[in-house]
């Protein structure tokens, strides 16, 4: 398990969905990340393609826009409340398979409480969150990228030249992808990237 998934909901955050596939990318390489462009309807069997790179994923992201909760399908009945809905699915199989489960916060959204959220996915509340916001997407972004290459490895760029410092240069290791990690501030939790926080009545 190698690779990103981005999980989100059409009508509240494609457009960024689209911006933060093509940075992560550039940065981790094509195959390693994984953007659904069409949607699936509420009820549309979840195409075994698409079944195959969730498992296959290392790290979910859910992008929560201000939307997210209360969009409704075609019969005014809030989507996510639908167990078939997809972003469900896809965040109900992650946590289940115990991948790293990220929430990304869009323009000012809020990370949904346990009560707000199907009892199957209640457990999102729980993980850490990043935000990406509009007027900040390239701050927001380099902090993504900076926890995420924890994770995933970068993409190796080709290079010219093959000497022993350009080399040192060009690849990104692990050492740098912990620096860069020290820098980010937790929201909502200091523990590692997309592990719950153990709760006051659990064992730890």
């Known amino acids: 398990m190698t690779g990103v998934f981005i999980n989100y ?13 093509e940075r992560l990318r550039d940065v ?9 462009s069409t949607g699936l309807p509420a009820g549309q069997q979840f195409p075994p393609e698409l079944k195959r790179r ?4 290392r790290v979910l992201l859910v992008l929560i826009g201000r939307q997210w909760l209360d969009l409704e399908d075609s019969e005014g009945n809030r989507r996510i409340a639908n167990r078939k809905d997809y972003v469900r699915y896809e965040i109900r199989k992650s946590i289940k398979w115990q991948k790293v489960v990220l929430p990304v916060l869009l323009d000012g959204a809020s990370l949904p409480k346990a009560q707000d959220l199907p009892s199957d996915i209640a457990g999102l509340s729980d993980f850490q969150y990043r935000h990406l916001r509009s007027r900040e997407a390239d701050n927001d972004l380099a902090e993504i990228v900076a926890v995420l290459r924890n994770q995933i490895p970068v993409r190796q760029r080709p290079s010219q030249d093959t000497s022993t410092s350009n080399i040192a240069t060009t690849h990104r290791g692990p050492a740098a992808a912990g620096a860069n990690a020290k820098a980010i501030h937790y929201d909502n939790d200091p523990g590692p990237l997309g592990k719950r926080p153990p709760r006051p009545w659990e064992d730890e």
């Open 9 to 21: 909901r059409t009508g509240d955050g494609q457009d960024m969905a689209v911006l933060l596939n």
């Open 28 to 36: 981790f390489g094509k195959e390693r990340v994984f953007l659904d």
């Open 54 to 57: 969730l498992r296959d994923a």
